[in-house]
C-alpha cells in the first residue's frame, strides 16, 4: 500500500520541466564585448590637459572591458569627444600620440605603434625613354630650320614621387631598378596605401595597343584640284547624299573616324591615284612613344588607353619636303576604330625617259621632270590587346 501512494503521488505532482541547454559563454562574452566596444555611445569634455592613462581607465568604466596601457605612455588629451563609441575613442586619442590599440578577449592593449617594413615589385623595366622626331628644311644645314618633338617617359622617377607623397615624414623607403623591387619602411595603414597605388599603376601602365599605321599617297586625278575633297568622302562614308553640299564650301578635313578601311581607301581612288609609302605595326604600352619615319614624313604617336576601351592617341606628324610642317593633335578612338589625319601637300618629282624632238624631225630620248601634287594621309587603327577588361 504504501509503495502504491508514493506512486501515485509522485505521478499526480507536476512535472519540473527540462533545464534549457546553456549557451556557451564565450558567445556571451563576444556580444556583451561588441555591445561595451562599438555600440554604447557617451560624451567627454575637457578643458584642462588629462593624462591618458587616466583617461584610458575612464573609457572602459562600467563596461566589461578591461584596459592594459604600455607602461612607458605618456601624454595628455584636451578636447571634447560627442557620441562616440569606445572603438572610435580609442582611435581619436591614440592616433595622435602615435599609439595603437588591440582586443585580446575582454583586454584592450594599448602600445605605441610600430613602423613595418614591407617589398612591393616594380616589374618595369629599368630605362628612361626618350621619343624624338626632328627634321631640317629646304635641304639645306640642319641649323637653317628645326622641328623637334620629344616625349620622355621614366616610370621609376614617376612611382618615386608618387609613393613618397603617401608616406608619413618619418617614413624611408628604396628604390632598386635593377632588381625591380620597392622598399618602404612606414606604418601599416600607409603600406597599404602604398600597395593600393602600385596595383592601380600596374593596371594601367601595363595596358598594351596595337597600331597599325598606313601612310598613303592620293594623286588628284583632277591635276587643278587642291587635295582630296574630304566632306565628300566623310558624307559617303556615312550614306549621306553629297549633291547637296556646295563645292565652294567643301573643306581638307582632319580627324576623321572610320570603321572600314577598304571602303576608305575605295572612296580615295574616285578622286585619284592611291600609293602606299609605309605600311607599319606598332606594339606600345600606355602612355609610351612609338617613332615611324618614311621618305617624306615622320611621326611620333603615343597611345593612352583608358579603362572604358577608349584610346586617346597623341601624334606629332612631320612633313619633311618642300619644307618642314609639324602638327600637333590628340585625338579619341575606339578600340579597333580607325582615325584619319590629312592635310599634308606636297610636290612629287617624277622623271620619265621620253623621246623628244620637233615637228621638223627626232632628236632621240631624254629625262623629262614633272611636278606632281599630292596628299599625305595617316591611317591609325587601334586594338587594344592586354589590359582592360571586356566591356
Avoid: C
Wanted: proline share 5%; glycine share 8%; charged share 20%.
Amino acid at each position: 500500500m504504501l509503495l502504491g501512494a508514493a506512486t501515485a503521488f509522485a505521478q499526480s505532482r507536476p512535472q519540473r520541466p527540462a533545464p534549457m541547454p546553456t549557451l556557451p559563454l564565450t558567445q556571451l562574452d563576444e556580444r556583451e564585448l561588441a555591445g561595451d566596444l562599438d555600440r554604447r555611445a557617451f560624451t567627454l569634455t575637457f578643458a584642462q590637459p588629462v593624462p591618458v592613462r587616466d583617461l584610458l581607465l575612464l573609457l572602459v568604466r562600467g563596461t566589461n572591458l578591461s584596459i592594459v596601457p604600455d607602461p612607458a605612455i605618456a601624454g595628455t588629451f584636451i578636447g571634447e569627444l560627442k557620441n562616440v563609441t569606445v572603438r572610435q575613442a580609442l582611435g581619436l586619442i591614440l592616433r595622435p600620440l602615435g599609439l595603437d590599440f588591440a582586443l585580446d578577449g575582454s583586454v584592450i592593449r594599448v602600445f605605441r605603434r610600430e613602423a613595418e617594413t614591407r617589398i612591393f615589385d616594380l616589374n618595369y623595366i629599368a630605362t628612361a625613354r626618350v621619343a624624338t622626331a626632328a627634321v631640317g628644311g629646304d635641304g639645306g644645314p640642319r641649323t637653317s630650320v628645326g622641328v623637334t618633338s620629344s616625349t620622355t617617359t621614366d616610370i621609376f622617377a614617376d612611382l618615386t614621387n608618387g609613393v613618397r607623397m603617401l608616406l608619413t615624414e618619418h617614413a624611408t623607403f628604396n628604390v632598386d631598378r635593377k632588381a625591380g623591387l620597392l622598399q618602404v619602411t612606414d606604418f601599416p595603414e600607409r603600406l597599404d596605401r602604398v600597395s593600393i597605388y602600385l596595383d592601380t599603376v600596374q593596371d594601367r601602365v601595363h595596358r598594351q595597343v596595337q597600331i597599325d599605321a598606313r601612310v598613303i599617297e592620293v594623286e588628284p586625278s583632277d591635276a587643278k584640284a587642291s587635295g582630296i575633297d574630304w566632306a565628300a568622302v566623310a558624307a559617303k562614308m556615312s550614306g549621306a547624299p553629297t549633291a547637296d553640299i556646295p563645292v565652294a564650301t567643301r573643306q581638307t578635313m582632319n580627324g576623321l573616324r572610320v570603321t572600314d578601311v577598304a571602303k576608305l581607301l575605295g572612296l580615295l581612288g574616285e578622286q585619284g591615284t592611291v600609293t602606299l609609302v609605309a605600311n607599319p605595326r606598332m606594339l606600345t604600352l600606355n602612355n609610351e612613344p612609338s617613332i615611324v619615319r618614311t621618305e617624306a614624313m615622320s611621326f611620333s604617336v603615343t597611345p593612352q588607353i583608358s579603362g572604358d576601351s577608349v584610346v586617346t592617341l597623341s601624334l606629332t606628324p612631320i612633313l619633311k619636303a618642300p619644307a618642314a610642317i609639324e602638327s600637333d593633335m590628340l585625338a579619341r578612338v575606339v578600340d579597333g576604330e580607325t582615325l584619319v589625319i590629312a592635310g599634308f601637300t606636297r610636290d612629287r618629282e617624277i622623271k620619265e625617259r621620253k623621246a623628244l624632238g620637233t615637228s621638223g624631225g627626232w632628236f632621240g630620248r631624254g629625262t623629262v621632270v614633272t611636278h606632281k601634287r599630292v596628299e599625305l594621309v595617316i591611317l591609325l587603327t587601334a586594338k587594344i590587346i592586354a589590359g582592360v577588361a571586356a566591356q
